[in-house]
Nanobody
Framework: QVQLAESGGGLVQPGESLRLSCAGS????????MAWYRQAPGTEREFLAY???????NILDSVKERFTISRDNAKNTVYLQLNMLRPEDTAVYYC???????????WGRGTQVTVSW
């Protein structure tokens, strides 16, 4: 069974950093494209970052100077590094594995990031 578990969210002040983790189970992240999304209250879920199975990355233009996606194959985990956080980054952040290779897609349950004084 494909499962994703996010962690690393929290309450931080503007300008601070967080590293979000997405631990996968039931599949190997080495051979999977993975992505991060976020959803703020009253808005649609927004794509943030993508990493392909061979390590190519794509980051939303509006955050690419501050956010980085990476993968640790040994830990079967994908990360999203959030730097220089702003109040408008406040949202629930979700990890996503698109359906591929006969394995169904999956979403994690999300981790809350709150940026406030």
């Amino acid at each position: 069974q494909v499962q994703l578990a996010e962690s690393g969210g929290g309450l931080v002040q503007p300008g601070e950093s967080l590293r979000l983790s997405c631990a996968g189970s039931g599949f190997d992240v080495r051979f999977s494209a993975m992505a991060w999304y976020r959803q703020a209250p009253g808005t649609e879920r927004e794509f943030l970052a993508y990493i392909s199975s061979v390590g190519n990355t794509n980051i939303l233009d509006s955050v690419k100077e501050r956010f980085t996606i990476s993968r640790d194959n040994a830990k079967n985990t994908v990360y999203l590094q959030l730097n220089m956080l702003r109040p408008e980054d406040t949202a629930v952040y979700y990890c996503h594995r698109p359906a591929a290779g006969g394995i169904p897609g999956a979403w994690g349950r999300g981790t809350q990031v709150t940026v406030s004084w």
